[in-house]
């Protein structure tokens, strides 16, 4: 093979890689800033606090943003859904999850908050918070489904256990008159209602400083991959 056709080559897969590498760390730099954005907006809210009426969880305008909510109703007697491989110190568990009926406005999920696993995966019991209730919390976005494969919850005992939060398919299992409101409420952590729980927004995601961290590790090995093309064809040329 020629010498020319080796530096077209060598220069073809370096570019590739340099395209690839700087997407990827394009990408990473995206979803720092998306997850920035998310927390200050959230945080705004937090500090403020003023409360919203729950049926705001299905204003389709506010599908993306952060409402402190609060408001009266019942739990309904559909199974719980417990979200599986949550995180928290450490420990795994899951996230307990119950569709809420507020008096005015459309059915809502309520995070209800943490509970650890036993090593034999034995699912606890939740028991329905009975009579008219009163709650409060930040309203937000669904988790991330991330990569969703497979079926997105299956029925364990008296429970839904979830792999991802996916709106439709519990609207059908439950077997919903009418759709749940894009958004969740998450309870509130003073309320005596509920499990272990905080208002921590990425609780099992990376914060927005490991974007940055990934980003530049992506540039990084963009510009590495350069420098070496650049020396082998210099090197060569000297050679030549």
């Known amino acids: 093979m020629s010498r020319r056709r080796n530096l077209v080559v060598g220069w073809t897969l370096a570019v590739l890689a340099i395209v690839l590498f700087a997407n990827l760390g394009l990408w990473q730099s995206r979803r720092a800033v998306e997850k920035q954005a998310m927390l200050d907006a959230a945080a705004k809210v937090m500090t403020a606090r ?29 199974a719980p859904l ?9 420990r ?8 809420f009926r507020p008096e005015q406005g459309a059915a809502l999920l309520v995070d209800l908050g943490w509970l650890p696993l036993a090593g034999d995966r034995r699912l606890p019991e939740i ?4 009579g008219r209730v009163a709650v409060q919390g930040l309203l937000v976005p669904p988790p991330s489904a991330g990569l969703a494969m497979g079926p997105a919850m ?11 939060v996916d709106l439709a ?72």
């Open 169 to 240: 398919a519990i609207q059908r299992e439950a077997a919903l008159a009418a759709p749940l409101a894009p958004r969740v409420l998450r309870l509130d952590p003073k309320l005596p209602l509920g499990y272990e729980r905080d208002l921590e927004l990425l609780p099992n995601t990376l914060p927005p400083d490991q974007h940055r961290g990934y980003a530049l590790q992506w540039f990084a090995l963009a510009l590495a991959v350069l420098a070496t093309a650049l020396i082998l064809t210099f090197r060569k040329s000297r050679r030549g």
């Open 154 to 164: 299956g029925r364990q005992g008296d429970a839904w256990l979830m792999t991802r």
């Open 82 to 90: 417990l979200l599986d491989n949550q995180q928290r110190n450490g």
């Open 50 to 78: 003023t409360p919203q009426a729950l049926s705001l969880a299905a204003d389709p305008s506010r599908e993306r943003g952060y409402d402190w909510a609060s408001g009266s109703g019942e739990f309904t007697d559909s």
């Open 127 to 130: 028991p329905r918070p009975a």
């Open 92 to 99: 795994a568990g899951i996230r307990v999850y119950r569709i």
